[in-house]
């Protein structure tokens, strides 16, 4: 085993593909794909199952994956220290279900992240494809929420795809609406206030469970209905149709204005917001202080409702 082969097995599991690593390790691909055979027959385990939709990492593989990179992170460490050499490009990634925190405490780690080269992805996306990202490594922290209703899917799901969850905060349930709705002003609205008004929920694609949504009481029959994809889209329509949709009441204004407010809803239920992490893969000095910085951006904002 040699740490050249590590940095395959890195790439491949970033890229997804033998073609598309080998162009950035500029070698062949033959020459790659040998090079993973080897190491995987010298271990004798299993790595990468190649498949016709591209390369999936297998349980014994993500666990290795967690190894290699503490070696060649600590291998680049010491040739940085004593060769004089610029540190090398990072990698960090974040999927996550539509949360203004989530976006701040990214933009927080940019700005205090003093690199000349890096490559971070933030990945605002469906429920299931935040437990997928995290299990196949495409991303190294998931954020989403379970509660009463949807924790026994949640975390089946999570359990198979060996991942943890990790609390940030519990939060009763607010709806957000334009501070222009007849109903902003009010202590707090109810599901018969918000009768009259389009419900917005976000778009789950394939995997369109109420048990995946993103809003709680998912199940409940509307009259009106709208999905979208985003969360600038859904902030739009609030406000454009008197829109509401329901979640934690946390929210950003330095990053949305003063145009949304959330009002609490008087339900009894509780959302409890998490992150969640491969439980076979080392948590990464950027993740742990990208956790930080959510927990920190969580208190500021919640302090301002």
Request: net charge negative; aromatic share 12%; charged share 25%.
């Amino acid at each position: 085993m040699t740490l050249q082969q590590l940095k395959y097995v890195i790439e491949v599991a970033r890229s997804r593909s033998i073609s598309q690593a080998a162009q950035s390790l500029f070698i062949s691909q033959p020459s790659l794909s040998n090079a993973l055979k080897e190491l995987e027959k010298e271990l004798g385990i299993t790595i990468f199952l190649r498949t016709n939709k591209g390369i999936i990492i297998t349980a014994e593989g993500a666990e290795f994956l967690g190894y290699a990179r503490q070696v060649v992170e600590q291998a680049e460490l010491l040739e940085n220290r004593y060769a004089n050499t610029a540190a090398p490009q990072q990698h960090f990634a974040v999927s996550t279900q539509h949360y203004a925190f989530a976006v701040s405490a990214f933009v927080r780690l940019l700005e205090e992240y003093d690199r000349d080269e890096y490559e971070f992805a933030l990945r605002e996306t469906k429920t299931y494809e935040i437990i997928d990202d995290v299990q196949n490594l495409r991303s190294e922290i998931g954020i989403l929420y379970v509660n009463e209703f949807n924790q026994k899917v949640i975390h089946k799901f999570l359990r198979e795809g060996n991942l943890e969850f990790y609390p940030l905060f519990d939060a009763k349930p607010h709806v957000f609406i334009s501070s222009k709705n007849p109903l902003a002003k009010q202590d707090y609205v109810t599901l018969e206030d918000l009768h009259p008004y389009p419900y917005l929920s976000f778009e789950q694609g394939e995997y369109n469970s109420f048990y995946f949504s993103e809003e709680i009481l998912s199940t409940l029959s509307r009259p009106k209905n709208i999905r979208v994809t985003d969360r600038a889209t859904i902030f739009n329509l609030l406000i454009g149709l008197n829109g509401y949709t329901i979640s934690t009441g946390v929210i950003s204004h330095e990053l949305n204005d003063e145009d949304i407010v959330a009002v609490p809803l008087q339900v009894d239920e509780t959302i409890t917001v998490g992150y969640i992490l491969h439980k076979n893969v080392t948590t990464s000095p950027l993740a742990n202080i990208y956790i930080q910085y959510l927990k920190e951006t969580i208190e500021e904002e919640r302090g301002e409702l």
